[in-house]
């Protein structure tokens, strides 16, 4: 299940504007979301092509959700539903999150959710250094304010991305930290290897909470 909007397919409505409503604010916001879409769509058309090149009969699995995302969440590979449908968190993965931020209350539409690595692949040096570059740009255009970093070889790789004024990551699981001055930073258990064990599961859900709690703490609009 996708967790808002797939990637190359988000149509946002037309916005009917109440009369108390800055028009100009929606429209400025409009135009930023118009290159927040193309610059996402650009980017897949390059993986796609990187990897056709480089992995031939690889799919790619691509991110979902909102173009400017609040809250971007990141997990290591991705999983065979997520590589037969080519959307990052497809499946079981995704279910597992959708019922956890409606049991947290928060809005689907504030999440983009991605993979470190953009296909089902055996990695080498090269690999890991274009993913990394891929990662980072997928955070230069969604801005997030909140980065959900799933599971150990996640945050090892997001400690390896050149982002401006980042710190690492090494805050204890469940522990939100401040990441880059604009950007903090969540660590949860690996969401894909917590779905078969009870166990897993709730320490996972857990840690996640915590996104519940930085989400109540939001300044309002």
């Known amino acids: 299940m996708r967790l808002a909007v797939t990637h190359g397919r ?5 916005i ?4 108390w409503v800055d028009v100009a604010d929606d429209q400025i916001y409009e135009k930023y979301q118009a290159k927040a879409i193309a610059e996402i769509n650009a980017l897949g058309h390059e993986i796609a092509a990187a990897l056709a090149e480089r992995h031939p009969g690889r799919a790619p699995v691509m991110g979902t959700g909102h173009p400017l995302a609040d809250i971007l969440m990141v997990k290591y590979a991705p999983q065979p539903a997520e590589v037969q449908e080519g959307v990052a968190f497809f ?3 995704g279910q597992a999150i959708l019922k956890s931020m409606q049991r947290l209350r928060i809005d689907p539409l504030m999440v983009y959710g991605t993979d470190c690595l953009k296909a089902a692949i ?13 990662l ?3 955070l230069h255009i969604t801005q997030p304010r909140l980065v959900v970093v799933m ?4 945050r090892g790789f997001v400690n390896e991305l050149r982002f401006p004024l980042s710190v690492s990551a090494d805050a204890p699981v469940g522990t939100i930290q401040q990441w880059t001055p604009t950007i903090e930073l969540l660590t949860v258990p690996d ?3 917590s779905l078969n064990d009870a166990d897993a599961k709730q320490a996972f859900w857990i840690a ?3 996104v519940g709690d930085w989400y109540e703490n939001l300044p309002p609009y």
């Open 10 to 14: 988000l149509r946002p409505p037309p």
């Open 16 to 19: 009917e504007y109440p009369f």
């Open 91 to 93: 499946g079981r993965a």
């Open 122 to 134: 055996d990695a080498d040096d090269e690999d890991l250094a274009q993913a990394r570059d891929w």
């Open 136 to 138: 980072t740009r997928e």
């Open 151 to 154: 599971g150990e070889d996640a």
């Open 191 to 193: 969401i894909d290897q």
């Open 208 to 210: 996640f909470r915590g």
